[in-house]
C-alpha cells in the first residue's frame, strides 16, 4: 500500500524558534498533500491543503504567516512553524492523496514548545 | 460545511464479541474513508468506500450514500483492535479535495 512518512516524528523546541517537519509519499506522487493538527483526544482539524508548484490554501483561523507550507515536488510538503509558542504544542499530521482519490496519512510529529 | 457525527463515542468490548460503528453526514459525498488510529497516532486506513460494501478479514464496511450513513463492522474483536476510529469524508459540492473528519469512537477491547 501506499506509505507516508513524516520526519521528525518528535521534536522539542524553545519559544521563539522555527521547526520544520516534512512529509514524503514515498511510493507515489502527489500533486495534493494536506497538514492537519490534533490535540489531545480531539479530532483531526485541517490546517491547509498543499498544492505542488503553487501555493497553499490555509483553513480559516490559521495564520499564513505562522505556519509556512511549501509543495516544492510531487514527493514532499513541509510545514514549518515559525516563532514557536508553547500554545503551538500539538501533534502534526499529514496526508497525501493518491491518483484514486483515497488519502494516506504519516505517522505524525509531536511538537512541544517550551 | 458537511457535518459527519460518529457513534458511539465510546466503546468497551470484551475480546471475542462483535460490534457496529456509525457514521453519518449531512450532504453527498465522493469520498468516505475509515482509519483506525493506533495508540503511537498512526491513521491506519481500513476502507476507502464512498459507496457500496467491501470486506476485509474480520473488518467490514457498508455506505448507503442516498441516505448518507456509513457502517463499520468489527467481528471477533482483539485487544489489538483498541484504539480510535475515525470516519472522514469529502463533500461533492464544495471543490474542496480535503477530508472532514468525524469525532471519533474509542473502542477497548478487554481481555
Known amino acids: 500500500g501506499a506509505v507516508v512518512s513524516q520526519h521528525p516524528s518528535w521534536v522539542i523546541c524553545k519559544s521563539g524558534t522555527s521547526v520544520k517537519i516534512e512529509c514524503r509519499s514515498l511510493?507515489?506522487?502527489?500533486?495534493?498533500m494536506f497538514w492537519y493538527r490534533q490535540f489531545p483526544k480531539q479530532s483531526l482539524m485541517l490546517m491547509a491543503t498543499s498544492n505542488e508548484g503553487s501555493k497553499a490554501t490555509y483553513e480559516q483561523g490559521v495564520e499564513k504567516d505562522k505556519f509556512l507550507i511549501n509543495h516544492a515536488s510531487l514527493t514532499l510538503s513541509t510545514l514549518t512553524v515559525t516563532s514557536a509558542h508553547p500554545e503551538d504544542s500539538s501533534f502534526y499530521i499529514c496526508?497525501?492523496?493518491?491518483?484514486?482519490?483515497?488519502?494516506?496519512f504519516g505517522p505524525g510529529t509531536r511538537l512541544t514548545v517550551t | 460545511g458537511i457535518q459527519v457525527e460518529q457513534s458511539p463515542p465510546d466503546l468497551i468490548l470484551q475480546e471475542g464479541a462483535n460490534s457496529t460503528l456509525r457514521c453519518n453526514f449531512s450532504?453527498?459525498?465522493?469520498?468516505l474513508q475509515w482509519f483506525h488510529q493506533n495508540p503511537w497516532g498512526q491513521l491506519i486506513n481500513l476502507f476507502y468506500?464512498?459507496?457500496g460494501t467491501k470486506q476485509n478479514g474480520r473488518l467490514s464496511a457498508t455506505t448507503v450514500a442516498t441516505e448518507r450513513y456509513s457502517l463499520l463492522y468489527i467481528s471477533s474483536s482483539q485487544t489489538t483492535d483498541s484504539g480510535v476510529y475515525f470516519c472522514?469524508?469529502?463533500?461533492?459540492?464544495?471543490?474542496?479535495?480535503?477530508?472532514?473528519f468525524g469525532s471519533g469512537t474509542r473502542l477497548q477491547v478487554q481481555p
Open positions: 472522514a469524508v469529502r463533500a461533492v459540492d464544495t471543490g474542496r479535495r480535503a477530508l472532514t
Open positions: 450532504d453527498s459525498v465522493n469520498n
Open positions: 468506500i464512498p459507496s
Open positions: 496526508s497525501a492523496e493518491s491518483s484514486s482519490y483515497e488519502q494516506y
Open positions: 511510493d507515489f506522487q502527489a500533486t495534493t
